[in-house]
């Protein structure tokens, strides 16, 4: 069921194409890394910039109230008005924060293992963008926690405070995990 459903997201969790170049974009990963074997593929604890992650098509609020489930499949998805060009992990980062946020278990449980193995077996993303995607979910939750200040809903502010110093406490736990479950 999970290979489905990560073949159903292929149009979200989109290979950024040599075809299409955006001003001020990176090239292609390939193209700018000298070396690239399987353990660089790996999430590893080292900084990074934006712009070092290649550009995607992406939903820009991809998360599970914005997907019509069936019983074992996706119908479709929702809430598009943030889509367009954005870092290739947006989607995915923004997914797996909030599956943290509404159960931080599940952020080593069985869904995202199949889904963070499924993307690596499909090369969806660059080194870099594995590297990154654990730090990229904290940036996300920033996001969040300004909504929620916007908001002055003190209730989800203090939520979000508690689940961004549990991501960042966690950190080294979270990244060794998701690499055990990388093929």
């Not at 992990?89 to 199949?114: H, K, Q, R, T, W």
Request: proline share 6%.
């Amino acid at each position: 069921m999970i290979s489905q459903i990560s073949e159903k997201w292929n149009f979200t969790f989109s290979r950024p194409r040599r075809d299409i170049h955006i001003p001020g974009s990176p090239e292609r990963c390939e193209e700018r890394m000298v070396v690239e074997d399987h353990h660089q593929r790996r999430f590893v604890l080292e900084k990074f910039t934006l712009d070092q992650i290649p550009l995607g098509f992406s939903h820009g609020d991809f998360h599970p109230i914005n997907i019509i489930w069936s019983k074992d499949d996706i119908n479709g998805v929702i809430d598009w008005e943030f889509m367009g060009w954005k870092p290739e992990i947006y989607d995915l980062a923004n997914l797996l924060g909030c599956l943290g946020m509404e159960d931080p278990p599940a952020l080593v449980g069985d869904l995202v293992s199949s889904l963070l193995h499924d993307l690596e077996a499909g090369k969806f993303f660059c080194p870099v963008g594995w590297q990154s995607l654990l730090d990229f979910v904290i940036a996300l939750r920033f996001a969040w926690l300004s909504e929620w200040l916007r908001k002055k809903d003190p209730e989800m502010i203090d939520l979000e405070l508690v689940y961004l110093n549990l991501l960042v406490e966690n950190h080294g736990d979270i990244t060794a995990s998701w690499n055990a479950m990388l093929p």
